[in-house]
Nanobody, 126 residues
Framework: HLQLVESGGGLVQPGGSLRLSCAASGFSLDYYTIGWFRQAPGKEREGVSCISSGGSTKYADSVSGRFSISRDNAKNTVYLQMNSLEPDDTAIYYC????????????????????WGQGTQVTVSS
C-alpha cells in the first residue's frame, strides 16, 4: 500500500518558520521526484517546490529564497523548510511523488505526479 503522509503544518506568525515533512511508506522514494504543492481557499493547486532523485531542485518564484527542499533517502522522507512566512503562504500543503525518469527530472506541474498525500494545513497569521 503506497502512502505519503505530510506533517509539520500549523499556525505561525508572519516572518516565522515551519518545516514540513513528507514520509513515504510502502515504496522507496529513491527513484522518485517529490513535489510540494499548495492550495489556498478558492484557488487552484500550485507547485511550490520539488526535488529529483538526483537532488536537482526547483522552486516557484513566489517562494524562491525563502523555502528550501531536501531529502533523506535513509528515512524515506522529504522536507520543506519554510522561512520568512507570509500570510499569502496560507494553504493546505500536499506532497506528491513521480518517477524521475518519467517526468525528466523536475516538474511543478501537478498532472505529472501520480501519488499524493492528504495534506497539512499551514496558516500564517498574527
Amino acid at each position: 500500500h503506497l502512502q505519503l503522509v505530510e506533517s509539520g503544518g500549523g499556525l505561525v506568525q508572519p516572518g516565522g518558520s515551519l518545516r514540513l515533512s513528507c514520509a513515504a511508506s510502502g515504496f522507496s522514494l529513491d527513484y522518485y521526484t517529490i513535489g510540494w504543492f499548495r492550495q489556498a481557499p478558492g484557488k487552484e493547486r500550485e507547485g511550490v517546490s520539488c526535488i529529483s532523485s538526483g537532488g536537482s531542485t526547483k522552486y516557484a518564484d513566489s517562494v524562491s529564497g525563502r523555502f528550501s527542499i531536501s531529502r533523506d533517502n535513509a528515512k524515506n522522507t522529504v522536507y520543506l523548510q519554510m522561512n520568512s512566512l507570509e500570510p499569502d503562504d496560507t494553504a493546505i500543503y500536499y506532497c506528491a511523488a513521480a518517477l524521475t525518469g518519467w517526468i525528466g527530472d523536475t516538474s511543478l506541474q501537478r498532472h505529472d505526479y501520480r501519488y499524493w498525500g492528504q495534506g497539512t494545513q499551514v496558516t500564517v497569521s498574527s
